[in-house]
């Protein structure tokens, strides 16, 4: 019986949409719906559709008609002018109400859940935190970190010429995690050193995976309906009881990160109000004590500083972590770039340990860093809407079904639109005929014209901030080396990109053979 009222919400909510979304996005190139009901909605988001993506470079072009709901139409696109001007026009193109709703359910209302004045409000309280002078001094509290990764990998690796079998993912998760612990709540939730069983470390690692799971994503785009019936209360009773088990399983995930990081906010704050902690340099802290101090009108309810916590650990924990492991795996395969990278960085660390400034001097680990995140972007696509009737420009001429050329898209208001982050960084009309390869050393002279010209959104914005990467990847190549596992490995398309052992498995795992290196004498021979 809830499935069936479900199921009428979102045909009520398809066929609303898509009376109001009929547009010249008609006449564009696309492929046909895959059925009636999910249009390409499940071709898009399918776990093992990478061919589908590529189909759609190859046959399509780079603006796209797709089929969404009931057929309403979409936007798919990485023409870099078009993105250019959905991604600034923050006030034309704003992310959909459902993703915004939806998060608001399940992390509170931070950073990742409010829009307008309230989004303004907190973006203006988060940027100092964002700033070159904090994550100089975050650099430190991420040596930490990585100095006990590096003892329990040891601890794991024996010494000697054999390699031993690691899951690095598991390694880069739990590192993640206790980073932005550390980093952006003050707070640690792994030893590293030990095994240690937690609900709520369970609760992290468990949440993206679910959340961006494609039916979990087409029944978060019915939140703007459903939020609508009955109390609060009522929906999550619904909720906990729903059909569909990754539904339910959220739900217990969503509960078990707000009851922690209840308890976490009210420690810190109490602390805080107490005299201590004064000086305390994590993100949450530092809100805190900039709310106490801040206007009226500026102030932020206690509600939105304790959704700023599941926001930062959700926007940090599986890109960071599936980034890293990204790179491992990529220097695995290519061991003269492994051995060239753990140069540079050993060359860098003859005199100690580095710190801000140096691990920014560092041109290859850069350049790995970026290619990694350019050919292999955790997120392959992202969301927008149309918030009113709109131009959009492109960078060059389409031709339509009808044979006519296209020089600007006329967006309906509502209009779904859908950023193909993988497809721009991997079109060749930018990056060249090599831009499906992994070539660090592209990053190490002038990119091709056409990708500065572009200013593409994605590749730069991608790796802002990504100190914490750089740091576990520089010390990681110093003291082990990669290389590939008999374990085989599959990387399934989701809103995070995640690596599996076969197509069929739902378990996030990445194996390589690892062996330590005991001296730089020895590593600069690896």
């Not at 960084?425 to 990708?451: C, F, I, M, Q, S």
């Amino acid at each position: 019986m809830i499935l069936y009222a479900v199921l009428l919400c979102v045909a009520f909510f398809a066929w609303k949409t898509q009376r109001t979304a009929r547009s010249s996005l008609d006449k564009l190139p696309g492929p046909p719906a895959g059925s009636f009901f999910a249009g390409n909605a499940l071709e898009m988001m399918d776990r093992n559709g990478w061919g589908f993506h590529e189909r759609l470079m190859r046959t399509y072009g780079s603006v796209i008609r797709l089929h969404w709901l009931f057929g309403a139409p979409a936007l798919y696109t990485y023409d870099p002018l078009a993105l250019q001007h959905i991604v600034k026009d923050i006030a034309t193109y704003e992310e959909p109400s459902w993703y915004i709703q939806s998060n608001s359910i399940m992390l509170g209302p931070g950073i990742l859940s409010v829009e307008g004045v309230t989004h303004r409000k907190q973006r203006k309280m988060l940027t100092p935190v964002f700033s070159a002078k904090h994550l100089r001094g975050a650099v430190s509290v991420f040596y930490q970190v990585v100095d006990k990764l590096v003892d329990a990998i040891s601890a794991r690796v024996p010494a000697g010429p054999q390699a031993t079998d690691v899951d690095v993912l598991n390694w880069m998760g739990r590192a993640a995690l206790e980073l932005i612990g550390q980093s952006g709540i003050g707070y640690s939730f792994d030893p590293l050193t030990e095994d240690v069983p937690d609900a709520y470390t369970d609760a992290v690692k468990s949440f993206a995976p679910i959340a961006t799971s494609p039916h979990v994503v087409m029944l978060r785009q019915m939140v703007p309906v459903l939020k609508h019936v009955g109390p609060a209360w009522l929906r999550h009773w619904v909720l906990q009881r729903f059909p569909l088990a990754s539904v339910r399983r959220l739900t217990k995930i969503s509960d078990t990160l707000h009851e922690r990081s209840l308890e976490i906010f009210r420690a810190k704050k109490a602390a805080i109000e107490a005299g201590g902690d004064a000086d305390a340099p994590d993100i949450m802290s530092i809100l805190v004590r900039a709310n106490m101090t801040a206007s009226e009108e500026d102030r932020l309810p206690e509600d939105q500083l304790l959704g700023q916590m599941s926001s930062i650990i959700f926007a940090a924990m599986d890109t960071t972590s599936n980034s890293m492991a990204r790179i491992l795996y990529l220097l695995a395969e290519h061991p003269e770039v492994q051995t060239k990278l753990r140069r540079e960085v050993l060359d860098a660390k003859a005199h100690g340990q580095m710190d801000y400034d140096q691990l920014h001097a560092l041109p290859y680990l850069d350049a790995v860093c970026r290619e990694t995140l350019r050919i292999a972007p955790a997120g392959v696509q992202t969301f927008r809407s149309a918030a009113k009737d709109t131009v959009l420009p492109l960078s060059q001429p389409v031709r339509a079904t009808d044979g006519t050329l296209i020089s600007e898209l006329t967006i309906p208001k509502g209009t779904n639109i859908f950023l193909a982050i993988w497809a721009c960084n991997r079109t060749e009309e930018l990056w060249g005929p090599d831009a499906h390869e992994w070539k660090p050393e592209r990053w190490l002279k002038p990119l091709p014209a056409a990708v500065e010209s572009a200013a593409i959104p994605g590749v730069y914005s991608n790796f802002a901030n990504s100190e914490d990467i750089e740091v576990v990847i520089s010390e990681l190549v110093a003291n082990f080396s990669f290389e590939p596992s008999d374990t085989p490995v599959v990387w399934n398309l989701s809103g995070i990109t995640y690596p599996s052992v076969s197509k069929e498995s739902t378990k996030a795992e990445l194996w390589l053979r690892v062996r330590r290196l005991e001296d730089g004498v020895q590593a600069m021979h690896q």
